[in-house]
């Protein structure tokens, strides 16, 4: 009994002892969250039947090890997965590749020929020596006749022929293997950079196989090395056309590994990452401070709703490509917005943002400028979208080209209660506009105790545009919120009026090289001896 323990313990001893199977992952396909990605990828490890270690090499940098989900066929059991950056081992292999052993095995052969036709020459180099120096010699003894001069000055020629010539072609001999070792050496170095340079990230499976030979394995997992962002470009050429737009997306990654050739989904919802089934618990209200929150995910301030804001300047670049949207499947869902690209990108690990396109878009939209001369001397152009739901649009940066011109960055921002999507398109210097105080109709009295103050702007819009613009324009008089001070609209020229803002605002239509003026008055009654700070 005794002995057969000891047998089973040597058994098991000998088979955990058993030389690791080293093997490359190649990434397939990557699906890009906002904040991380899940990459999926494949190996082939050649394993022997029974209990073995499988070390699965250029994996990302950084992997959630409780993500790792492995693939494989019914005869192998995979008993545990532990993911490392420090994996050492005596077995590890210094060749990752038989290309690698190739080229190496090829410079050790020209390496040698060289050497051995150094040698060759330098000893042609001594035999031509030792020839001319015989000769010397030779020719310094006396006593020879004709004949045998002759004789010793041609065979001094022939020899001496045979062995430059021979030194020649061994010249030419090394300088060509020197050439071909320059070029297995810068082979090399490229073997090195697209073969040896693997991440640091490594997968060790101990598994359980019922027969020995290559198994297929699939590889997939979550990693926070990536990222991406939407990204639009909007041209309009004139006010009576659509808008193109060009749907994008920047992806960022740094797992550490490069994506070749991958197929690539990019993805607006957040992986779960979390294998626990979720519980619901009891929701207890009860009261508190109420605090108000910014929300750090959002990055720029929307034009969409408030439209008084300005729009910011940027540099613009046109991709136009007619059939993108013929290789994106958008697929939606309650949570989120998928996108399926066809086309196979890619993507290095360095940093770098890397353009995708996505999909082409002509938006029907109306256009109206919009002006607040007490603010601003320009003329802002703003176009609206109704039922915008359908494009499945994000929340992004927009680059603007209206009438072949830059015009500069905007933000998109679907996630809002309004049905009309409202874009400002940038200013629009065409439209002249001038608010001017009319001396004449403002001015300062006192009333016994009080003291009156008449307020009066005229306001000219001037259209020197080819074509009928649609202006919405807006000024304002001041709200009280003391009972000492009053305050009377005196004149609005036909603005609706907002009581509770003191908002004027006029719409109307201006025909080309039109001018329109409007005026609005209003006046201040409060006590002569107390000084309002921001009249």
Not at 93 to 112: N, Q, W
Not at 122 to 150: P, R, W
Not at 154 to 162: C, F, H, S
Not at 497 to 515: A, D, H, I, M, S
Request: glycine share 4%; charged share 25%; proline share 3%.
């Amino acid at each position: 009994m005794k002995k057969i323990f000891f047998v089973c313990l040597l058994f098991s001893s000998i088979i955990y002892a058993q030389k690791p199977v080293f093997t490359l992952a190649k990434v397939e396909a990557a699906t890009v969250y906002f904040n991380a990605a899940e990459i999926t990828q494949s190996a082939t490890a050649k394993i022997p039947k029974g209990t073995s270690e499988i070390v699965i090499k250029n994996v990302a940098d950084y992997v959630n090890e409780s993500t790792v989900r492995i693939g494989a066929p019914k005869s192998l059991t995979v008993l545990s997965v532990q993911f490392t950056r420090d994996y050492i081992s005596e077995y590890e292999p210094d060749d990752s590749s038989p290309a690698l052993k190739r080229v190496r095995d090829s410079i050790k052969i020209i390496e040698k020929e060289i050497q051995q036709s150094n040698i060759a020459k330098y000893a042609e180099q001594k035999t031509l020596e030792m020839l001319d120096k015989n000769q010397q010699v030779a020719g310094q003894q006396s006593g020879l006749n004709v004949g045998e001069l002759t004789k010793m000055v041609d065979y001094y020629r022939k020899k001496r022929k045979e062995i430059a010539l021979a030194e020649n072609a061994l010249a030419v001999k090394i300088q060509e293997l020197n050439q071909k070792l320059t070029n297995l050496k810068s082979r090399l170095q490229v073997n090195v950079n697209k073969e040896e340079k693997t991440s640091r990230g490594k997968l060790v499976l101990q598994v359980m196989s019922d027969v020995a030979g290559n198994v297929p394995l699939d590889i997939n997992y979550l990693t926070t090395g990536a990222s991406w962002a939407p990204f639009y470009d909007l041209r309009a050429d004139d006010i009576s056309k659509p808008i193109d737009m060009l749907y994008k997306a920047q992806v960022v990654q740094q797992t550490g590994i490069d994506w070749k050739k991958v197929k690539l989904t990019l993805s607006s919802g957040m992986p779960n990452q979390n294998n626990q089934v979720p519980l619901l618990q009891a929701w207890f209200l009860r009261f508190g401070v109420m605090q108000l929150y910014n929300n750090s995910n959002v990055v720029m301030n929307t034009l969409n709703v408030r439209i008084e804001e300005e729009a910011e300047t940027v540099s613009a670049d046109r991709a136009k490509l007619s059939s993108v949207s013929n290789y994106t499947t958008i697929n939606e869902n309650q949570l989120n917005v998928s996108f399926d690209i066809d086309v196979p990108y890619d993507i290095l690990s360095n940093g770098k943002k890397h353009s995708v396109t996505l999909k082409e878009i002509k938006l029907p939209a109306t256009y109206k400028h919009y002006a607040v001369p007490k603010l601003d001397k320009e003329a802002f152009l703003l176009a609206e979208f109704n039922d915008y739901s359908q494009y499945n649009l994000l929340r992004g940066e927009a680059n603007i080209i209206f009438e072949g011109m830059y015009i500069g960055k905007t933000v998109i921002d679907p996630n809002q209660t309004s049905d009309t999507l409202r874009l400002s398109m940038g200013r629009d210097r065409k439209i002249s506009i001038k608010r001017e105080k009319v001396t004449d109709k403002s001015g300062s009295r006192f009333l016994s105790s009080y003291k009156e103050q008449t307020f009066t702007y005229d306001i000219t819009v001037r259209n020197n545009k080819k074509e009928t613009v649609k202006l919405m324009l807006k000024d304002q008089y001041p709200i009280s919120t003391d009972k000492e001070i009053e305050i009377e609209l005196l004149k609005d020229d036909g603005a609706t009026v907002n009581t509770e803002t003191g908002v004027l605002t006029w719409e109307f239509k201006l025909k080309p090289g039109t001018t329109k003026k409007v005026r609005i008055s209003y006046k201040v009654r409060s006590p002569k001896d107390k000084a309002i700070q921001n009249l």
